[in-house]
């Protein structure tokens, strides 16, 4: 849905390049090559793989405290968690 | 792993009748209830910060729905600037593809650097467009512009992709590259990423590759939208939306299919992957000429300004870089009791969909082939989510 979360950066590697960051429970690895002086403990906005911009740590936690709220770390949605029917390419 | 922003699972599998496609979706779509019970003004405030990816998209939906249910009507002049800063957004969100992906399916090194730039200059736009951050809050009446510093930036962009995108200022290529003989020349003469990638899909045959007959969505007027959206099986429909029972298609290719550029591909190459490409270079470099022409002219509203359906609720939809955002705002005591959003990813996503049927239709070939053309195929229709491919054979 377009949304991004804040993750806060828990290790970044010794090029500065890629960093670890948690996003609530989950721990993804992300490329830093789009933001500039992101530290460990920064909070940073995180799309398909890179970090997009950095957050003040109000603005993330607020932002977070939103997410909580709506239970997107607790569960998946059963509503949106859809499986089709296979598609063929051959169909009538 | 589960990601709370959500992921698609897009899953080709190998039969005896060809290639088959499912699409599973994670995407969390009716997030949005966040909003019942918040005044409007925070809605407005507060929905950009959750819907980042394409925040302007979101906001300009979101003020026209809350403005359009509380029956006020913005002034043209603040449509048109809020316009301006969609279409900003779109050219980033495009070039994060023809910057970071292409470059990759060449099995190039994402030109990030580039990118990053990129980032700073809309950055900037953003902030000359819209110094008090109040362009998309309810009632907003007033528009400023640093038109000097505005400019510089402008000026710096079209520099940067004459560089590492078209091989000229972005006007200038639109002038060159109207119809199908331009684009040949084009592609013949520049040696950008974006340039190579296309002459390499039509020297590889791959051109017209995933064609599918999937028609696009239609101008839905707003009474149709609220009653598919605002109904008791709403929550289904914005999960997998259809227009009169049929998956449609709403996207960057879908708005410039009319273009000459992209009526002059279609008839060379098909509805494929090629000219789904072109298609967002194109809105690149149109959309920066429209921009280019707001700072100018103080471009009159293009747009019918939203006019309230009925009392208390309001439709309100944008232009988003991968096709038409909807929002629906329902309004009562200065509360917000029903938000929804339809996203263009759930209509190009859809499990009987463009991305499923294009992918349906390709060719089976080796693995790394396959993978490599439905890559394609994905960057092609665009989700703003992250998306796991995985391939696999017949079941017994």
């Not at chain 2, 209830?33 to 910060?49: E, I, N």
């Not at chain 2, 997998?240 to 190459?269: N, Q």
């Not at chain 2, 693995?367 to 053309?373: E, I, N, P, Q, S």
Request: net charge negative.
């Amino acid at each position: 849905m377009c949304l991004a979360i804040p993750a806060r950066i828990t290790q970044i590697d010794a090029a500065g390049e890629n960093a670890l960051v948690a996003i609530g429970a989950v721990t993804k690895e992300i490329s830093l090559a789009l933001v500039n002086d992101a530290a460990v403990g920064d909070y940073v906005l995180v799309h398909v793989g890179y970090a997009l911009n950095k957050l003040s740590e109000e603005e993330a936690e607020y932002t977070l405290r939103l997410i909580e709220e709506i239970g997107l770390f607790d569960e998946m949605q059963d509503t949106a968690t859809l499986a089709s029917d296979p598609l063929t390419g051959h169909q009538a | 792993m589960s990601d709370p922003a959500g992921t698609l699972n897009i899953q080709l599998e190998r039969t005896s009748r060809g290639l088959t496609c499912r699409i599973a979706s994670t995407r969390p779509v009716t997030a949005a209830d966040l909003f019942a019970g918040r005044a409007p003004a925070a809605t407005a405030a507060l929905l950009p910060l959750l819907y980042s990816i394409c925040a302007k998209a979101q906001a300009f939906a979101c003020v026209a729905s809350l403005e359009g249910a509380s029956g006020r009507l913005p002034a043209p002049a603040v449509v048109a600037r809020r316009r301006r800063m969609v279409s900003v957004e779109t050219i980033r969100e495009h070039l994060w593809r023809i910057l970071l992906d292409w470059p990759r399916l060449l099995g190039e090194t994402p030109d990030r650097v580039t990118m990053a730039k990129i980032l700073s200059l809309v950055k900037d736009l953003f902030r000359l467009s819209d110094p008090e951050g109040d362009l998309f809050r309810p009632g907003a009446s007033s528009v400023v512009l640093d038109r000097r510093g505005d400019a510089r930036v402008l000026a710096d962009l079209d520099d940067i992709l004459a560089r590492q995108v078209f091989g000229a200022h972005p006007a200038r290529w639109l002038d060159e590259v109207r119809d199908g003989g331009g684009f040949d020349r084009w592609i013949e003469t520049v040696d950008t990423p974006a340039a190579r990638l296309m002459r390499g899909l039509i020297d590889a045959d791959e051109a017209a590759l995933g064609q599918a007959d999937v028609t696009g969505l239609p101008d839905l007027r707003d009474a149709d939208l609220i009653a598919l959206i605002d109904a008791p099986e709403g929550v289904d429909f914005l999960a997998r939306p259809t227009w009169r029972g049929v998956a449609r298609e709403t996207s960057p290719f879908t708005r410039r299919a009319g273009c000459g550029l992209i009526r002059d591909l279609i008839d060379r190459h098909g509805r494929g992957l090629l000219s789904r490409l072109a298609a967002q270079l194109l809105e690149v470099a149109l959309l920066l000429a429209e921009v280019r022409r707001e700072r100018a002219e103080e471009m009159p509203d293009p747009l019918i300004p939203p006019v309230p359906m009925m009392a208390g609720i309001g439709i309100g939809r944008a232009d988003a870089a991968r096709g038409l955002l909807v929002h629906l705002a329902r309004v009562e005591r200065e509360r917000v009791t029903t938000y929804r959003i339809l996203a263009p990813t759930e209509w190009n996503f859809h499990p009987r969909g463009i991305l499923a049927r294009s992918l349906a239709a390709l060719p089976d070939a080796a693995d790394d082939v396959l993978r490599r053309r439905a890559e394609l195929l994905i960057m092609a229709t665009d989700p703003c989510v992250a998306f796991d491919l995985t391939l696999s054979e017949t079941r017994v």
